[in-house]
């Protein structure tokens, strides 16, 4: 017998040995259990008098318990969806261009189907990567190719690592299976705010590549993809840096947010864009112990580093946060020499002294179309360009939220010391961000107060700026993810079509399942 049981609620400063609760309360003999694991763990901080963990668990029974399903929080077990490996049937190999996350799953999909795809990364293997990533952070070396943007891993091999979407797809418990036997810490299957975190995304990144490996597919490192062209037969010839080229009838574009050269070439070999919304604004951080007590009161010491996640929406934008980092550092993310790009990274165990977030403004097409999709991405350069101008040398505009909201200009930090690595310069954040970003930044600051007491702080540091949280643009694609280029498949978040390390794996994960199973 198979069961789910839900709502298990326990007090976080009751210490209680779940498995012994359970058999406890729904009168279970205990050789009966054969096996007993979470599959949901979350905590509930609504009531701050009483904040508890609230479970769901699987339990597997060696005889049957007729009553349990008459429980109205027990019901029984669905397993998991898995998916299924069709076998390769084409004449070549698929092309994926970009090993971040969509690019990672849809190889991995197919290297099972024994397609032996052909992996092409523009950056570094994610050893190398580190140190590329190290020599940028500790001595201001800008490798344009491989760097917090690029190579091995994608974006979010420096970030939080955060496993969140809103997403309700049949395969998201099979990705963060996937995740955790390739390396991730095996909560991450079942607590409601699963993060890898960026120390441990390299072993997982690094071993996906192996299976790959083991399984026949090809990686090429250090590689830009550069042209293609259809050819008579219908295959297309990519060609790539290094005059390395490859012939393929499936060409998966896994590119990144980041990849604007690549975008624009495949702009000018026809491929349909538009405009989309995206969001532009900055970091805020505060004393991770201020986060903690604003979240979970006395209770804080009985629970790990605290997240929070809030919204308003003003008469003509919205406000809200993004990729929160608890115990994290605010990163020198930039792609492009002399240009300033924040985001939000933080390690497994979380343990840093500031919490950070992005706080982030809608930026509609309206905004900033003039006669080209691609203007959304002119747009995000120019304020990257005008954050660096601020310093002259990657230090990047700050301000502290007490002086922002006054309209005035800090001297100096105080009690929240920026972690942003080459350091800030503080300034009045519209030299480098739009006019109406800052006017909601500061209409919406008092409003996000009143929702959580504290967060308008007049310490908290603002640090700018932060305007690759998603792509300004939209490959388009039909309804089995095919441009109108055939073969040619648009994925993730490079092409619009997913926001975070989930969205673009389940977009990489089932565009490959689609492909394979073509008849």
């Known amino acids: 017998m198979e069961i789910k049981i839900a709502n298990i609620r326990i007090p976080v400063d009751k210490k209680a040995d779940l498995k012994q609760w359970v058999i406890k309360r729904y009168h279970l003999q205990a050789g009966h259990v054969e096996q007993f694991r979470i599959i949901r763990s979350s905590v509930d901080a609504r009531n701050k008098k009483k904040i508890v963990y609230d479970y769901q668990v699987y339990v597997r029974l060696s005889k049957p318990y007729p009553h349990l399903l008459k ?16 076998p390769w049937k084409h004449s070549h190999a698929p092309v994926v261009v970009g090993f971040g996350p969509a690019g990672m799953f849809a190889a991995l999909y197919l290297a099972r189907c024994k397609a032996r ?19 940028f952070l500790q001595k201001k070396i800008l490798n344009i190719r491989s760097n917090v943007q690029f190579g091995e891993g994608g974006a979010g091999a420096f970030s939080d690592g955060k496993l969140t979407t809103n997403l309700h797809s049949p395969y998201n418990d099979f990705i963060l299976q996937e995740f955790f036997a390739h390396g991730a810490d095996e909560d991450i299957t079942y607590s409601a705010t699963p993060h890898i975190g960026t120390d441990r995304l390299a072993e997982v990144v690094r071993n996906i590549r192996q299976e790959i490996m083991d399984l026949g597919g090809e990686f090429h490192f250090n590689t830009l ?13 990519v060609r790539c840096s290094d005059n390395k080229t490859f012939t393929t009838q499936h060409l998966l574009l896994c590119l990144g947010h980041s990849a604007r050269d690549t975008i624009s070439m495949l702009y000018a070999k026809g491929l349909p864009m538009q405009a989309k919304a995206y969001s532009m604004g900055v970091r805020i951080e505060h004393k991770q112990q201020y986060i903690n007590k604003m979240q979970y009161g006395n209770f804080a010491s009985y629970l790990p580093n605290a997240a929070y996640k809030a919204a308003v929406h003003l008469a003509d934008r919205s406000v809200y946060t993004f990729c929160m980092c608890p115990g994290g550092v605010v990163m020198a993310s930039a ?24 706080l982030l403004v809608n930026v509609l097409p309206e905004d900033y179309y003039h006669d080209s999709p691609l203007d959304g991405m002119d747009f995000q350069a120019r304020y990257e360009r005008a954050a660096y101008a601020v310093g002259g040398d990657y230090r990047a505009p700050a301000n502290l939220v007490g002086e922002f909201l006054q309209n005035k200009v800090a001297v100096s930090a105080r009690s929240v010391q920026p972690s942003y690595p080459h350091g800030v310069v503080f300034c009045d954040l519209e030299s480098c961000l739009p006019t109406f970003v800052v006017r909601a930044l500061r209409e919406a600051l008092p409003l996000l107060n009143k929702r959580m007491p504290g967060f308008a702080h007049p310490d908290a540091v603002l640090t700018g700026v932060e305007t690759r949280s998603s792509s300004p643009v939209r490959i388009l694609r039909n309804e089995h993810r095919e441009s109108t280029i055939s073969g040619v498949y648009p994925i993730g978040e490079g092409a619009g079509y997913a926001g975070g390390i989930m969205s673009a794996a389940l977009d990489g994960l089932t565009t490959a399942m689609g492909i394979a199973g073509e008849r």
């Open 117 to 135: 795809p052909i992996v092409i990364e523009r950056g570094s293997t994610i050893e190398h990567r580190i140190q590329e990533v190290e020599a």
């Open 71 to 86: 429980q109205a929080d027990v019901f029984p077990y669905q397993p998991q969806v898995m998916p299924e490996y069709m």
């Open 225 to 237: 993809f550069e042209d293609m062209q259809v050819q008579s037969d219908g295959s297309i010839a």
């Open 335 to 358: 792609s492009e020499k002399d240009t300033i790009v924040t985001n939000g990274m933080s390690r497994k165990a979380r343990d840093e002294e500031n919490a950070n977030a992005a």
